[in-house]
Nanobody
């Protein structure tokens, strides 16, 4: 059941930046653990960044620290993922997902997240 809506993907040249958006009309995202997952060619979903807005908790995978930034706009009930200095390995389908806040206190696992979006594709050209 799709609960979240992602947007912002596209084909971008390596080295440039891209911002993905995740929103929902069903609940307040600041009250949940919201995580961006990237799906690879083996269909494995890896958490790249997460945020629990009310608690000020953030998570970043080691591979993206310094280049990815997750943030929220509470007025628009939207969580953003800004990707800077894009690399070919950043390509993939990006999904946002949400779960109860506690799941942001450890490395997020896809099977813990009940609510998902349909995904947005990021392609990186060299």
């Amino acid at each position: 059941q799709v609960q979240l809506v992602e947007s912002g993907g596209g084909s971008v040249q390596a080295g440039r930046s891209l911002t993905l958006s995740c929103s929902t009309s069903r609940y307040r995202l600041r009250n949940a653990c919201v995580v961006w997952f990237r799906q690879d060619q083996e269909n494995q979903r890896e958490a790249v960044a997460g945020l629990y807005g009310n608690g000020g908790v953030t998570y970043y995978a080691d591979s993206v620290k310094g280049r990815f930034a997750i943030s929220q706009d509470t007025a628009n009930n939207t969580v953003y993922l800004e990707i800077s200095s894009l690399k070919p390995e950043d390509a993939g389908m990006y999904y946002c997902a949400s779960a109860s806040p506690g799941y942001c206190n450890r490395k997020p696992n896809a099977w813990d997240f009940r609510y998902w979006g349909q995904g947005t594709q990021v392609t990186v050209s060299s």
